[in-house]
């Protein structure tokens, strides 16, 4: 079992930023996947940016390319989310999700609002 807890989350103008974190209860560095997903209102949840670690990749959504920055510590048990130039359809709840031996885990996500 992994906790994954998300915080960072709040109201910003656009052109704004943002530095969403992601505390995990267990190390990151045995999982297989880790990064971030958002959900917008009325929309699927969709990924944003992610470890993949059997490849040694980051993986980011192209609406995202160049503005966000997925890092981790491994220390401390850590992921962030730096977001940069956000837009108002950066507007979502924003989910830390993990991969680890064929388990999937989720938090309970952080709100984002993008809104002058």
């Known amino acids: 079992q992994v906790q994954l807890v998300e915080s960072g989350g709040g109201l910003v103008q656009p052109g704004g930023s943002l530095r969403l974190s992601c505390a995990a209860s267990?190390?990151?560095?045995?999982?297989?996947?880790v990064g971030w997903y958002r959900q917008a209102p009325g929309k699927a949840r969709e990924s944003v940016a992610r470890?993949?670690?059997?490849?040694?990749?980051?993986d980011y959504a192209d609406s995202v390319k160049g503005r966000f920055t997925i890092s981790r510590d491994n220390a401390k048990n850590t992921v962030y989310l730096q977001m940069r130039s956000l837009k108002p359809e950066d507007t979502a709840v924003y989910y830390c999700?993990?991969?680890?031996?064929?388990?999937?885990?989720w938090g309970e996500g952080t709100l984002v609002t993008v809104s002058l």
């Open positions: 999700h993990a991969n680890m031996y064929g388990d999937r885990y």
């Open positions: 267990r190390s990151i560095s045995s999982m297989t996947v």
């Open positions: 470890y993949i670690m059997p490849s040694d990749t980051i």
